[in-house]
Nanobody, 118 residues
C-alpha cells in the first residue's frame, strides 16, 4: 500500500504561480509511476501530468509549457510547478501513484484545492 498527502493549494491570481507537493509513504519501492490529476466542479477527473520511475514525463496539452512535474526521491515528494495560471485551471488537484506488489494497484491523495481568481 502507498499513502499520498497533497499540499500547496490555494488562491492565486491569473498569471500567477503555485507549486503543489505530494508526499508519499508506505511501499514506495513498488511505485512505477506517479501523476497529478484534477477535477473541476461538474466535470470528470482528468490527467494533468505523469512521471515514471525513470523520470520520464508526459503532459496533457493544456499543461504543456506551463506546468512541470518532478520528484525528489530523497524527500519522498512529488511536485507540480504551475506557472501562468488561468481561471480554467481552477480545480481540486489529486496526487496518484500506480504500484505493483503482488498485484497492480493505485493510490490517491485527498486532493488540494487550487483557485485562480482575481
Amino acid at each position: 500500500q502507498v499513502q499520498l498527502v497533497e499540499s500547496g493549494g490555494g488562491l492565486v491570481q491569473p498569471g500567477g504561480s503555485l507549486t503543489l507537493s505530494c508526499t508519499f509513504s508506505g511501499s514506495i519501492s513498488t511505485i512505477y509511476a506517479m501523476g497529478w490529476f484534477r477535477q473541476a466542479p461538474g466535470t470528470q477527473r482528468v490527467l494533468v501530468a505523469r512521471i515514471t520511475r525513470n523520470d520520464s514525463t508526459m503532459y496533457e496539452d493544456f499543461a504543456k509549457g506551463r506546468f512541470t512535474i518532478s520528484r525528489d526521491n530523497a524527500k519522498n515528494t512529488m511536485y507540480l510547478q504551475m506557472n501562468r495560471l488561468k481561471h480554467e485551471d481552477t480545480a481540486v488537484y489529486y496526487c496518484n501513484a500506480d504500484y505493483f506488489d503482488t498485484a497492480s494497484g493505485d493510490s490517491w491523495g485527498q486532493g488540494t484545492q487550487v483557485t485562480v481568481s482575481s
